[in-house]
Nanobody
Framework: QVQLVESGGGSVQPGGSLRLSCAAS????????LSWWRQPPGKERQWVAD????????NYASAVKGRFSISADNVKSTLYLQMNSLKPADTAVYYC?????????WGQGMQVTVSS
């Protein structure tokens, strides 16, 4: 059974940093395509960044490029999102997503609030 358990969300002031984690189980992590998505208040869910675990290729939405960094630890089967220079516009519920053998899985989501 595939599970994605997220952690690391919370509240931060503008300009601050947070690191989100997504612990994965139930599939071969090294063969997965994992991504982070977010849903701002009143808006649709939007793609943030993705990584192909092997060979480690990454892609970013223009709104976060240069501020966010996606990475993965194969030993811990954990996905990360390092978020720096946070803005109020980054306020959203953040989700991790995994694609494995054509099936799609989502984490439960966690709130990130950027406010002074």
């Amino acid at each position: 059974q595939v599970q994605l358990v997220e952690s690391g969300g919370g509240s931060v002031q503008p300009g601050g940093s947070l690191r989100l984690s997504c612990a994965a189980s139930g599939f071969t992590f090294s063969m997965g395509i994992l991504s982070w998505w977010r849903q701002p208040p009143g808006k649709e869910r939007q793609w943030v960044a993705d990584i192909t675990i092997t060979p480690g290729d990454t892609n970013y939405a223009s709104a976060v490029k240069g501020r966010f960094s996606i990475s993965a630890d194969n030993v811990k089967s954990t996905l990360y999102l390092q978020m720096n220079s946070l803005k109020p516009a980054d306020t959203a519920v953040y989700y991790c997503k995994a694609i494995n053998l054509g099936d799609i899985y989502w984490g439960q989501g966690m709130q990130v609030t950027v406010s002074s």
